[in-house]
């Protein structure tokens, strides 16, 4: 099955400078790759997605770019904020069975004032 | 338009007591999944439900643990003779129609299981 790496596990940058996560995934089939901001006992919420068809898709200070072909996708927050701080899971849906969706471990992310 | 909404949001339970988490998903969506989140941990993904029907169940543990989605009703998720090992977030998420579209699934605010 589907199995989606994520690093760093934690990440601690300057107010104002930008953030990068990574993220790998195993099966060549995915073809949806969400990502969620989950703050201190609170749910997670859709950030950005990413389908497969495309290779980069930007939102203001979120962007997120895909390599089908090395199978790995990244996070990018730019000009980072305090309110940015928060766990960022990356996530894959494996296109055999279009149900689930696959989470990464999470990354822990801290802006330094 | 009401979020997902699940209840309770806190859950004591004592080791053999029987748990029962509920899930109203977003108005109009009927495809519900739960999934659960351990302590400094990702979610995982447990069940995937339309009304009266379990679509994929591969994530849910054999034993102990059964889902529903009546056809009136919220999504249920029960387990029996909890033990501690069952102590996480349970979170449940609805999309309009199923993953195979690409739609968003939202999710709810979880149920916070601790089992004494």
């Known amino acids: 099955g589907e199995n989606v790496e994520q690093h760093p596990s934690t990440l601690s940058v300057q107010e104002g400078d930008s953030a990068v996560i990574k993220c790998t995934y195993s099966?060549?089939?995915?073809?949806?790759f969400p990502w969620y901001k989950q703050e201190l006992g609170k749910r997670p919420q859709l950030i950005i997605d990413?389908?497969?068809?495309?290779g980069e898709k930007k939102d203001q200070r979120i962007a997120v770019t895909l390599n089908k072909t090395a199978k790995h996708f990244s996070l990018h927050i730019t000009e980072t904020q305090p309110e940015d701080s928060a766990v960022y899971f990356c996530?894959?849906?494996?296109?055999?069975?279009?149900?689930?969706?696959?989470f990464g471990s999470g990354t822990r992310l801290s802006i330094r004032p | 338009n009401a979020g997902v909404m699940q209840n309770p949001r806190h859950l004591v339970r004592r080791r053999g007591q029987e748990a029962r988490l509920r899930c109203s998903p977003m108005?109009?969506?009927?495809?519900v999944y739960w999934y659960r989140q351990l302590p400094e941990e990702g979610l995982k993904f447990m069940v995937y439900?339309?009304?009266?029907?379990?679509?994929?169940e591969s994530g849910m543990p054999k034993e102990r643990f059964s889902a529903e989605f009546p056809k009136e009703g919220p999504s249920i998720l029960r387990i029996q003779q909890v033990v501690r090992g069952d102590s996480a977030a349970y979170f449940c998420?609805?999309?309009?129609?199923?993953?195979?579209?690409?739609?968003?699934?939202?999710f709810g605010p979880g149920t916070r299981l601790t089992v004494l």
């Open positions: 996530a894959a849906s494996p296109y055999s069975s279009a149900s689930k969706i696959i």
């Open positions: 099966d060549s089939a995915s073809n949806y």
């Open positions: 998420a609805s999309s309009l129609v199923g993953l195979a579209e690409n739609n968003e699934q939202f």
């Open positions: 108005k109009g969506h009927s495809h």
């Open positions: 439900l339309q009304k009266e029907n379990i679509i994929d």
């Open positions: 990413i389908r497969s068809n495309v």
